[in-house]
């Protein structure tokens, strides 16, 4: 059994070392999540369950890579980014999209019944994930502004296509139909006029997807009182946390926060100024 | 919200085609399985609930992706082998190793309870994963001989320091100095001296590990009667497969067939001849 | 004058290690020939003082690099092919582009007055320089298949286009027109009826182009003897070498031969039979 | 001829386009310069032909790479950046590194007469290069210090190497032997001690290298007149040109200017602000 002659195959083994000094964002999607999300009744258009369920799954590997220092998640996506001076396995490409795309599926099957409760999960879902490098802040800020971007327009897209089939009983097509060639300001008249639905209103969980950022630990330390003191500062980003966050700092996990706030302007980006510039 | 002048950042992602009329390995290995195994009481040195744990995950990957003719795994990890055609994801590097290991990772969480019943698990497993191509089917026989040489190496080994630890009250690290610099030999000969243990009537499933192949269709509409038949064939590799494949079989996925059999000799490769030339 | 604090920055070069058991070819091309060829005045359509040099510097490379097995080029293009085990460059895909490339380059301006005479060469051009894998051998024959396939096309528009031009006093523009939409055999009764040309009985360097091969060196050894032996062979690919390669095979550098025979069909693979499994 | 069937070899290249918003640096090496040194009999320590035509060559590039921003060249070596923005050739790694490599390879060999005269150039040279990417401006910047650092050290020792040999009638063994473990002062020591030579009085060209920049339009239009007046800049970099720049500016070429300065301290990058932020 001469291990030794076979041993040659691992040469064909390559490197995939990504270039140092550049933010690593992994970005994981579902995979064929329509259908997953029909199968399990997802609620249209937007299922708090799940969102939250992606979010603990999100908050886990933050557990795990130490070196992430926010996350942004909407729909079946989320992005990690690494910063830019990590060394986590080595900065190799592929070690880094497989161990967190396999540890956040692997949470999301774990931490299933806790959000869905006696809904059964029928089948393992899966998910791809990728590896991105971007040399400068404004590229990074860019990306999650990409992104961002891409879930207000989502988002305003399916509340609309949603209460047209959920609230005038017109069919996907028809409302599909509806909505062909309409500008962002023709969905708010239509959500205004049609269902006096004030976009902006609409829960920010929804709008603006989800933010995670470490708590910083003086913060923690100071607990609750921290925590009203920051939730007077009502027109910062921090003061727009949402629930789960809070319980959460309660919790065995306290350093991690869940936010749903506006990421493209300055003004986040000055309430964490620790995120493109960590110690 | 103008997306558009976001969009730039999409040029940043790079393209990871494989190199076509190769071979393509996915291996996945699990992180820090040394842990998870200790706070699960695995039984040692080879838990079978595990083995065939990660054997059903197994199987569910090579369900959902149609072009893996083989797959092997020992241990903690797991080979798939992707015809050397196959256009799956445009065979793009990062897709097939992501999109596998997190359908693995997911499967496994999800069928856990089936195989360690009220053993609760007790936080969710990582695995990483490569694609490695090959060019030649020499190349590819190499690589899957090095990892059941690697799974025969392995379990002579681990078959001795548990043994003696087990039924000697040796120390590990009496143990493992105990079995210092012993040759493939040495360890048969204390295995049958001290133990009155034939290595080579241990379990094939822990010698050899376990390959996964697609039964043939004719195979399966001639049932139990084929079955039957080929378990006469006791010399070669067909004979020898594991009981949860028989039982696997009569089940509503009966085309993936497990096998305990050696892989580096001619005799597997000239009983499954489509493996190396699928259709 | 710290060296120290500077070194990180290799850091930053990448790895470029070519998969092991493929055939590399390294393909370089003369960037901008079409200005390059108009002010060195090259005769149309083919040049064989151009196509000489080209060879010429082509055969420096591979008198450096001896693991290039085969050599073949048309026009203003040489692929260069070495053997699937080379361990040249520790198969680095730059070092060998680049090398061969820039060797390509500088024997070519350094050659040039042995072919051109007193037409000065007016300014240095250059080239680029790719290499690709090829896994089988199929695969190899197949790329080497096309690029002579592709000097056919080229050899047969051009021959009528320039004869359009020099003997029928068309502009380029009405040449152009009327060989439009043309089919091979409309070229070849076009060259026949107007010009009395029959196509397969023009140069082979032209219709061919040049496959350079290394002599054995048995054949070395025999001289002239063995020579005039293999010229009886007037079937075989050996028997159809141009004249500097015979002259070659007596001047100090008798080991590289120039045929201009087919490459597509099996003669020459059975002819030459060292090329595909190099000892 | 179907060339068709032979098409899909193409699908065999692979995609290596760089990252955007770096620097790209394209470093370019000789092939065997100890010997081509040789051979050719070059001066030692250095030799100002071989290094004027090693800066013509390079200068041919930059007049050909509009993109390039700065280029630094030392003994066999030159190093040319190009723009973070730059879109030459698309960004693909190997057109870049062969082009540029096979440009100034024939360009070598084509301005050699120039440089060398009657001293015939023996072979053609052959020079590799690569591709390396800088994310910030600071990482370009210890690059360029890096190569200019390992000037100096490469000098100073060299030049203590061959007055030992050339003056004292050392063998390179007993020189290298002599030199064996010295620190920068103790050669600074032995220069000043034994050939009453001050280090920083030799020829600036040896110290630092050289540095090609392109001139500042206005500065072209304004011709002697504004030559003149940077004479008087003495302290700052500008004013440090070698001759051959002088000469070089009223030629048919004059938007490339030679330095031979410091590019490790601050000076040099206020004196030219726009190679860090090009227009």
């Given at each position: 059994m001469a291990k030794s002659k076979f041993e040659y195959v691992k040469q064909f083994e390559t490197e995939d070392k990504l270039l140092p000094n550049c933010w690593i964002v992994v970005r994981i999607d579902g995979k064929g999540f329509h259908r997953f999300a029909e199968t399990h009744n997802y609620i249209k258009p937007n299922d708090e369950r799940a969102l939250d369920l992606m979010s603990k799954s999100a908050e886990t590997v933050m557990e795990e890579f130490k070196d992430i220092v926010i996350s942004y998640g909407q729909s079946d996506?989320?992005?990690f980014v690494f910063r830019k001076a990590t060394n986590a396995y080595n900065r190799r490409a592929s070690k880094l999209a497989t161990n967190v795309v396999s540890l956040f599926a692997s949470s999301f099957v774990f931490n299933w019944p806790r959000y869905f409760g006696t809904t059964m999960m029928q089948y393992p879902p899966a998910f791809d994930s990728r590896t991105v490098l971007y040399p400068s802040d404004k590229n990074l800020r860019d990306y999650l502004s990409w992104r961002q971007a891409d879930c207000h327009i989502n988002n305003l897209y399916?509340?609309?296509f949603w209460k047209l089939i959920q609230e005038k009983n017109l069919t996907p097509a028809q409302s599909q139909e509806r909505l062909k060639g309409t500008m962002s300001s023709d969905k708010n008249e239509l959500l205004f006029k049609e269902f006096e639905i004030n976009y902006n209103n609409l829960p920010a969980l929804h709008r603006k997807g989800t933010i995670l950022v470490r708590t910083p630990k003086t913060s923690m330390e100071n607990g609750d009182l921290d925590?009203?003191?920051q939730l007077q500062h009502t027109g910062s980003a921090r003061g727009q946390r949402s629930r789960s966050t809070l319980s959460n700092?309660?919790?065995?996990?306290?350093?991690?926060?869940?936010?749903?706030v506006d990421i493209i302007g300055e003004q986040f980006w000055s309430d964490y100024p620790d995120i493109l510039n960590p110690k």
């Amino acid at each position: 059994m001469a291990k030794s002659k076979f041993e040659y195959v691992k040469q064909f083994e390559t490197e995939d070392k990504l270039l140092p000094n550049c933010w690593i964002v992994v970005r994981i999607d579902g995979k064929g999540f329509h259908r997953f999300a029909e199968t399990h009744n997802y609620i249209k258009p937007n299922d708090e369950r799940a969102l939250d369920l992606m979010s603990k799954s999100a908050e886990t590997v933050m557990e795990e890579f130490k070196d992430i220092v926010i996350s942004y998640g909407q729909s079946d996506e989320y992005s990690f980014v690494f910063r830019k001076a990590t060394n986590a396995y080595n900065r190799r490409a592929s070690k880094l999209a497989t161990n967190v795309v396999s540890l956040f599926a692997s949470s999301f099957v774990f931490n299933w019944p806790r959000y869905f409760g006696t809904t059964m999960m029928q089948y393992p879902p899966a998910f791809d994930s990728r590896t991105v490098l971007y040399p400068s802040d404004k590229n990074l800020r860019d990306y999650l502004s990409w992104r961002q971007a891409d879930c207000h327009i989502n988002n305003l897209y399916n509340t609309c296509f949603w209460k047209l089939i959920q609230e005038k009983n017109l069919t996907p097509a028809q409302s599909q139909e509806r909505l062909k060639g309409t500008m962002s300001s023709d969905k708010n008249e239509l959500l205004f006029k049609e269902f006096e639905i004030n976009y902006n209103n609409l829960p920010a969980l929804h709008r603006k997807g989800t933010i995670l950022v470490r708590t910083p630990k003086t913060s923690m330390e100071n607990g609750d009182l921290d925590l009203s003191l920051q939730l007077q500062h009502t027109g910062s980003a921090r003061g727009q946390r949402s629930r789960s966050t809070l319980s959460n700092k309660r919790s065995s996990r306290p350093n991690i926060e869940r936010l749903h706030v506006d990421i493209i302007g300055e003004q986040f980006w000055s309430d964490y100024p620790d995120i493109l510039n960590p110690k």
